[in-house]
């Protein structure tokens, strides 16, 4: 998120509509200008040929401490731009190109960090140290508040390595880590844990070249707080490849497989009750059901089969009877005859 003042820096001189009544302007040479509010609260920039602020953007208070500091290039945000507390003290520092962030740092007034966002590159003095660009990992601890520690973040070159967050008890609730392994991809690893310390859900992706990224690789897995695993997604190459779901009894509740050859997609669920009979086989392409469906009961008894046509329509319907046989079929046309 790019500083809210932004928009208002970028907006060109204060018209006299928008400008408080009673604001004082008055040059300061070599172009710049320093606005100067009813409250004493001022500002001091430079305008370009068209109006547009450009240069650098000072914003100060009634006491005139330093309130916000931005780097303009015709109206637009580009570099370092700065907040800061009432104490003088540094809040918030980013550096935009192009209005995106690509640093972030958030400091109490004390100057202990709350958030930490960092770039690829060396962009600017302060990310140095804390975003590891000189090769070095460097771990930095985060404040939830003045009272409360949010966990710490670990970067090297700019590089995400580690991070862990803490709830109020001090326990880990969530934590993410990149793996590098000799002969083996990539690896970034998202978990998230119960109150109780039991892992919620784990995803781990395949992070590769920008160059040769294909959307997003690997597997997601989530468990109940007995730990019992309840749901396992497998993607490649963007898009989900097989989707499998539990109960809390360790009875396997569905199973979907996704193929697909060029645009083309073709899902095959099968659907299981609670005590591991199957419910139901259904076949889809293009998210609608296609072909036939076979529904069963709870004792693994055939109930009925659908047959679905290209657009989802049903065309066809078969109900079995308790020894397995076709007692009923149904042809669902514009007439509703029945067979």
């Given at each position: 998120?790019?500083?809210?003042?932004?928009?208002?820096?970028?907006?060109?001189?204060?018209?006299?509509?928008?400008?408080?009544?009673?604001?004082?302007?008055?040059?300061?040479?070599?172009?710049?200008?320093?606005?100067?509010?009813?409250?004493?609260?001022?500002?001091?920039?430079?305008?370009?040929?068209?109006?547009?602020?450009?240069?650098?953007?000072?914003?100060?208070?009634?006491?005139?401490?330093?309130?916000?500091?931005?780097?303009?290039?015709?109206?637009?945000?580009?570099?370092?731009?700065?907040?800061?507390?009432?104490?003088?003290?540094?809040?918030?520092?980013?550096?935009?190109?192009?209005?995106?962030?690509?640093?972030?740092?958030?400091?109490?007034?004390?100057?202990?960090?709350?958030?930490?966002?960092?770039?690829?590159?060396?962009?600017?003095?302060?990310?140095?140290?804390?975003?590891?660009?000189?090769?070095?990992?460097?771990?930095?601890?985060?404040?939830?508040?003045?009272?409360?520690?949010?966990?710490?973040?670990?970067?090297q070159s700019g590089v995400l390595r580690e991070l862990t967050v803490v709830g109020d008890n001090g326990a880990?609730?969530?934590?993410?880590?990149?793996?590098?392994?000799?002969?083996?991809?990539?690896?970034?690893?998202?978990?998230?844990?119960?109150?109780?310390?039991?892992?919620?859900?784990?995803?781990?992706?395949?992070?590769?070249?920008?160059?040769?990224?294909?959307?997003?690789?690997?597997?997601g897995r989530e468990w109940a707080d007995s730990g019992q695993l309840t749901q396992e997604v497998v993607w490649?190459?963007?898009?989900?490849?097989?989707?499998?779901?539990?109960?809390?009894?360790?009875?396997?509740?569905?199973?979907?497989?996704?193929?697909?050859?060029?645009?083309?997609?073709?899902?095959?669920?099968?659907?299981?009750?609670?005590?591991?009979?199957?419910?139901?086989?259904?076949?889809?392409?293009?998210?609608?059901?296609?072909?036939?469906?076979?529904?069963?009961?709870?004792?693994?008894?055939?109930?009925?089969?659908?047959?679905?046509?290209?657009?989802?329509?049903?065309?066809?319907?078969?109900?079995?009877?308790?020894?397995?046989?076709?007692?009923?079929?149904?042809?669902?046309?514009?007439?509703?005859?029945?067979?």
């Open positions: 998120m790019i500083l809210p003042l932004l928009a208002l820096w970028a907006a060109g001189p204060l018209a006299a509509a928008d400008a408080p009544a009673g604001t004082r302007c008055e040059p300061l040479g070599g172009g710049a200008l320093r606005c100067t509010a009813p409250d004493g609260s001022r500002e001091e920039f430079k305008l370009n040929s068209l109006g547009q602020r450009d240069g650098i953007v000072r914003r100060f208070d009634a006491r005139g401490v330093l309130r916000s500091e931005a780097m303009l290039e015709a109206g637009t945000p580009v570099g370092p731009q700065k907040t800061f507390h009432d104490n003088g003290a540094l809040e918030r520092l980013q550096f935009v190109t192009g209005a995106k962030v690509q640093f972030s740092l958030v400091r109490l007034p004390d100057g202990r960090p709350t958030e930490l966002r960092c770039a690829p590159v060396h962009l600017i003095p302060e990310d140095l140290d804390l975003c590891g660009h000189d090769g070095k990992p460097r771990q930095t601890t985060l404040q939830r508040d003045a009272a409360r520690t949010l966990g710490t973040v670990t970067f880990v609730i969530r934590s993410e880590a990149y793996e590098q392994k000799a002969g083996e991809p990539d690896r970034r690893i998202k978990r998230v844990y119960y109150p109780s310390g039991r892992l919620r859900s784990e995803t781990v992706l395949i992070e590769r070249p920008a160059d040769t990224f294909e959307g997003r690789e690997g597997t490649a190459q963007g898009r989900e490849q097989r989707l499998r779901q539990w109960y809390l009894n360790g009875q396997l509740k569905l199973d979907q497989q996704i193929r697909r050859q060029g645009r083309h997609e073709e899902r095959l669920t099968r659907s299981f009750w609670e005590n591991g009979q199957p419910a139901a086989v259904n076949t889809e392409r293009f998210g609608r059901l296609w072909g036939w469906q076979r529904y069963f009961g709870s004792k693994g008894q055939r109930l009925r089969d659908d047959e679905h046509g290209p657009g989802g329509e049903l065309l066809r319907r078969r109900h079995y009877n308790a020894a397995g046989q076709v007692e009923r079929e149904e042809v669902l046309a514009d007439d509703a005859r029945r067979l």
